[in-house]
């Protein structure tokens, strides 16, 4: 069982960048790959970005792309994305997502196992 708790989510001005953080609790938290999702009001959930076990692979989502990096700290059970040039089209709350296994479906949401329970954030034009 894992435990997921976004944070770091908030109000923001077009252009400025934000900071986002997964911290997960429970047992090997290392073998499990991490993705953020996003979902705006009245939107379909989107996929954002992901990362392997192993830290290799970081595939985006292509309205992100350029823009954002997810990077991850196995020793704090962390997760990070980093997201750069804000637009309002940004609107929405992040979630973060993980699952054990393959991840060859790593932007499908009934892929993953655990979802915590999302940050707003709120870019203002």
């Known amino acids: 069982q894992l435990h997921l708790v976004e944070s770091g989510g908030g109000l923001v001005q077009a252009g400025g960048s934000l900071s986002l953080s997964c911290t997960a609790s429970g047992p090997s938290f290392n073998t499990y790959s991490v993705a953020w999702f996003r979902q705006a009001p009245g939107q379909e959930r989107e996929f954002v970005a992901s990362?392997?076990?192993?830290?290799?692979?970081?595939p985006y989502g292509d309205s992100v792309k350029g823009r954002v990096a997810i990077s991850r700290d196995n020793g704090k059970n962390l997760v990070t994305l980093e997201v750069n040039s804000l637009r309002p089209e940004d609107t929405a709350v992040y979630y973060c997502a993980a699952l054990r296994g393959s991840d060859s479906d790593y932007d499908v949401i009934g892929t993953y196992d655990y979802w915590g329970q999302g940050t707003q954030v709120t870019v203002s034009s």
């Open positions: 990362i392997s076990w192993t830290g290799m692979a970081t």
